[in-house]
Nanobody, 124 residues
Framework: QVQLVESGGGLVQAGGSLRLSCAASGRFFSNYPIGWFRQNPGKEREFVAHISTSATNTYYADSVKGRFTISRDNAKNTAFLQMNSLNAEDTAVYYC????WGPGRVEATGYEYWGRGTQVTVSS
């Protein structure tokens, strides 16, 4: 089993940057692809980014492509989401998740383990 804890969220002005971390405990972190999702109240959880087990492949939602970068350090059991050029539409609770194999990587239902989320608020 994998336990995930997100950190790094906060309040930032439009145009600013944040770096989210996803620390994993438990075994076999390196065996799982990692995804980042975000969610606002009353809305469905939205796919943001995905990274393969060895970090050789990444995939992004169109809305964040060119602004966000997903990465991972398997030696430290940690994944990251670097977010640049933030705007008000990026405001949400951000979750990391383990799993997301193949085409299922963009669907929340495709992931096995979830963190509790970290709030990101972008002021305009």
């Amino acid at each position: 089993q994998v336990q995930l804890v997100e950190s790094g969220g906060g309040l930032v002005q439009a145009g600013g940057s944040l770096r989210l971390s996803c620390a994993a405990s438990g075994r076999f972190f390196s065996n799982y692809p990692i995804g980042w999702f975000r969610q606002n109240p009353g809305k469905e959880r939205e796919f943001v980014a995905h990274i393969s087990t060895s970090a050789t492949n990444t995939y992004y939602a169109d809305s964040v492509k060119g602004r966000f970068t997903i990465s991972r350090d398997n030696a430290k059991n940690t994944a990251f989401l670097q977010m640049n050029s933030l705007n008000a539409e990026d405001t949400a609770v951000y979750y990391c998740a383990a799993g997301g194999w193949g085409p299922g990587r963009v669907e929340a239902t495709g992931y096995e383990y979830w963190g509790r989320g970290t709030q990101v608020t972008v002021s305009s």
